[in-house]
């Protein structure tokens, strides 16, 4: 299970993490889980509980050794996001509502054409950075110091 990147990758994901999914392809064909990890480089998805594989892992300091259950990478296009009012999987579409927000649609034979939400679990990322300054960080009035005034003639280099 070394590293591979894929040779076409994907631009424009439609799958996210937190997407609740069924996997159409594969050993655990048919079952449903959710996105756990999503892999742009490879255009591969973890999902939860699923795809599970033998991984041998030596003993070293601080750790056992043994044979362990891990959850392996499936190709994204082994998986279909669920319709989440029939419940059966379903292609995405985006579509542009009233007030000119961009939401997904369910798409395809048994899609409801339903607005499928982003997952509650993305949200978590937006969340603004700590504003406690460190060692590093540059003072706010030595950011908003006015070094340079074209007219007065400040900071202009000497040609």
Known sequence: MG?????????????????????????????????????????RVIVEGKNLVKKHIKQGEGHEGGIF??????????????????????????????????????????????VIPRPEILKERRKPRPTILGPKDTPMEHVLERTYDAKAGIGMPDL
């Open 3 to 43: 590293w591979k990147a894929a040779e076409k990758i994907i631009r424009h994901w439609k799958i996210l993490r937190g997407d609740n999914v069924m996997i159409i392809r594969g050993k655990d064909k048919g079952e449903s889980g959710i996105i756990k990890r999503v892999i742009r480089s490879q255009n």
């Open 69 to 114: 259950s891990i959850e392996a990478p499936l190709h994204v296009s082994n998986v279909q996001v669920l319709d989440p009012v029939t419940g059966k999987p379903c292609k995405i579409g985006y579509k542009r509502l009233e007030d000119g927000t961009k939401v997904r649609v369910s798409r395809g034979q048994e899609a409801s054409g339903s």
